[in-house]
Nanobody, 124 residues
Framework: QVQLVQSGGGLVQAGASLRLTCAAFGGTFSTYAMGWFRQAPGKERDFVAGVTWTGVTSYADSVKGRFTISRDNAKNTVYLQMNSLKPEDTAVYYC??????????????????WGQGTQVTVSS
């Protein structure tokens, strides 16, 4: 079983950048595909980006070209680099691990382990 611990996030102005970090403890990190999700108040938890253990990535259309997901299997860490942030990016962001490491799934129900969440607030 893996435990995911997130860091990063905060309050920034529109156009700024932030990097979220998710460190995995326990388990074997390379056996998981990883994803980032976000949830705004009163809304469902939405897929943001995902990465397989080999580094294949997928993005939601709303963040494509602005966000970059990456992972370092040697450091058991996944990152989400967020550039050109917009007010509509405001949400609680969650990292997640999926035991099928070969595929990326956009539904949160496909993920087995979750980080604690971190708030990202973008002011206009």
């Amino acid at each position: 079983q893996v435990q995911l611990v997130q860091s990063g996030g905060g309050l920034v102005q529109a156009g700024a950048s932030l990097r979220l970090t998710c460190a995995a403890f326990g388990g074997t990190f390379s056996t998981y595909a990883m994803g980032w999700f976000r949830q705004a108040p009163g809304k469902e938890r939405d897929f943001v980006a995902g990465v397989t253990w080999t580094g294949v990535t997928s993005y939601a259309d709303s963040v494509k070209g602005r966000f970059t997901i990456s992972r370092d299997n040697a450091k058991n860490t996944v990152y989400l680099q967020m550039n050109s942030l917009k007010p509509e990016d405001t949400a609680v962001y969650y990292c997640a691990a999926k035991e099928d490491r070969w595929s990326i799934r956009r539904g949160p129900q496909s993920y087995n382990y979750w980080g604690q969440g971190t708030q990202v607030t973008v002011s206009s």
